[in-house]
């Protein structure tokens, strides 16, 4: 059993948000987690780096949520940071 953390602890659970420059557009509140396996990019992110679905490649890995539901990814893409 643990004991609730202090508002001093709390301080530190913050996740880490920074601004970044993505195929030269900012880009505002990247999650850092440096334990990913994956990361999700909204389509709505494509068009701002003038991408489209087309510029997808093909890929056969499933994605789980927590509660255990499967999705097919669209595809995978590489953006210069």
Do not use: C, W
Request: hydrophobic share 45%; glycine share 4%; net charge positive.
């Amino acid at each position: 059993v643990f004991d609730s953390p202090t508002e001093d602890m709390k301080a530190h659970l913050k996740p880490l948000l920074l601004t970044l420059m993505v195929e030269g557009h900012e880009v505002n509140k990247v999650l850092v987690d440096g334990g990913a396996t994956i990361n999700i990019l909204p389509r709505t992110m494509l068009k701002r780096f003038r991408k489209t679905m087309a510029d997808l490649k093909p890929h056969n890995i499933l994605i789980s949520d927590y509660a255990r539901k499967s999705s097919q990814l669209e595809g995978m893409i590489l953006l210069d940071v």
